[in-house]
Every structure is written in structure tokens, then in C-alpha cells.
């Protein structure tokens, strides 16, 4: 079974942090990631997609995949409260048109 | 532009109750997903089409479920008859889908819809 691990937290942040934020997966041909956000009561929303190894980097987000090792990761810099959600990874499989989710880790951030 | 539209935003209804689940992905999208979001199963993937035909229905819980999308700008997602534990905030995404990765495979969400069964 191809599955998304993440920790479910909360990891809790104080204010003004870096929020480190990890997902494995289990499918080294696997292609597309994703990292969406979701608050409380509101649908996902996409906040960085990574294709390769390496960095990239959006603001304060900065995504990092490292294929051997199966491991992609998720940097919030500069953590404010209004980051306080949870952070569902997902995967596009090798031959799988779909996404895989994560279950999702909550992320508080601490005034 | 608009996003995924989902309607309604709230249903309500009782055991044994028929409900439809609607959802107008972005134009242009050719791939059309729905999920279930619950607190114990986290989001899991009913079923899936690419322009207008079922990929995968492996997701589809049971015969009471079933979905269609009758053209590029329209699909249902039928619930009959419903059961309490068919309770859940059902999510419909789309995306552009060429299924050769990268940013095809971006898939945008619409606001869902809470269903209480009773």
C-alpha cells in the first residue's frame, strides 16, 4: 500500500520560529509533492508544489525533497499565529493520476 | 477566476434520505476528484475522473455511493440511501490532470460540503 506518513502533532511553535514540518513516502518513482494548508472548517489549499531535489522557496515557506531518502519537508520561517493550521503532505504515485495524502500535521503557533 | 464550486455547503438529512453532492470544477480542468474528510480517516479519495470518464472508483465505500459527471463543467456524488456514519465534510477538487507531472498535478479544492446524517 502506498502511503504518506506524517506526524500528527501539534507541534507547537513559539512566535516568530522556524516550523519544521515532515512527511515520508513510500514510492521512490513517485513524481509531484505538495504541501497544502488547512484551517479549521476550511477546505485545502496549496501552498508550495516541489518537483526535484533540493530547495525552493516561496516567502517564508521553504520546501525540500530529497528523493533518496524518500523524505520531503516543509520550513516556515518567522512562524505568526495566522500559520496555526494543519499541513497535509501529498504525493502523486508512480502511475496513479491521483494524489496520496498524509493525515496531516497541526502546527500552533504561540503568541 | 472562479474556483471549484460546491454545492450546497451544508445538507443535513435523515437516515434512509437520498443526497446529492455537487461540484462545478475550474474550467479548463479535466481531472475531477471527490473526497471524505473525517477526523478518524483523515481525507481519503472516493473517486476520480479524467474528462468525464471514472478512473478509479476503488474509494467508492459501498453501492450506496456512487458519482457521475454528465459533462466537462458538472459531476454529482449520490448518496442512497444515507446512514450516520456517512457523516463527513465531502470535498470535491480538480485540477488541469495531463497525469505527466508537475504542475498538472496541482489539484485546487472547493469550500466542501458539511453533511450531517441524523
Known amino acids: 500500500q502506498k502511503e504518506v506518513e506524517q506526524n500528527s502533532g501539534p507541534l507547537s511553535v513559539p512566535e516568530g520560529a522556524i516550523a519544521s514540518l515532515n512527511c515520508t513516502y513510500s514510492?521512490?518513482?513517485?513524481?509531484?509533492f505538495f504541501w497544502y494548508r488547512q484551517y479549521s472548517g476550511k477546505s485545502p489549499e496549496l501552498i508550495m508544489s516541489?518537483?526535484?531535489?533540493g530547495d525552493k522557496e516561496d516567502g517564508r515557506f521553504t520546501a525540500q525533497l530529497n528523493k533518496a531518502s524518500q523524505y520531503v519537508s516543509l520550513l516556515i520561517r518567522d512562524s505568526q499565529p495566522s500559520d496555526s493550521a494543519t499541513y497535509l503532505c501529498a504525493v502523486k504515485y508512480t502511475g496513479r493520476r491521483a494524489l496520496t495524502f498524509g493525515s496531516g500535521t497541526r502546527l500552533q503557533v504561540q503568541p | 477566476d472562479a474556483g471549484v464550486i460546491q454545492s450546497p455547503r451544508h445538507e443535513v438529512t435523515e437516515m434512509g434520505q437520498e443526497v446529492t453532492l455537487r461540484c462545478k470544477p475550474i474550467?479548463?480542468?479535466?481531472?475531477l476528484f471527490w473526497y471524505r474528510q473525517t477526523m478518524m480517516r483523515g481525507l481519503e479519495l472516493l473517486i476520480y475522473?479524467?474528462?468525464?470518464?471514472?478512473?478509479?472508483d476503488s474509494g467508492m465505500p459501498e453501492d450506496r455511493f456512487s458519482a457521475k459527471m454528465p459533462n466537462a463543467s458538472f459531476s454529482t456524488l449520490k448518496i442512497q440511501p444515507s446512514e450516520p456514519r456517512d457523516s463527513a465534510v465531502y470535498f470535491c477538487?480538480?485540477?488541469?490532470?495531463?497525469?505527466?507531472?508537475?504542475?498538472?498535478?496541482?489539484?485546487?479544492f472547493g469550500p466542501g460540503t458539511r453533511l450531517t446524517v441524523l
Open positions: 514510492d521512490r518513482g513517485s513524481q509531484s
Open positions: 475522473f479524467n474528462n468525464n470518464v471514472p478512473i478509479d
Open positions: 477538487a480538480s485540477s488541469t490532470g495531463s497525469g505527466t507531472g508537475g504542475v498538472t498535478d496541482t489539484q485546487y
Open positions: 516541489i518537483y526535484s531535489n
Open positions: 474550467s479548463g480542468h479535466n481531472s
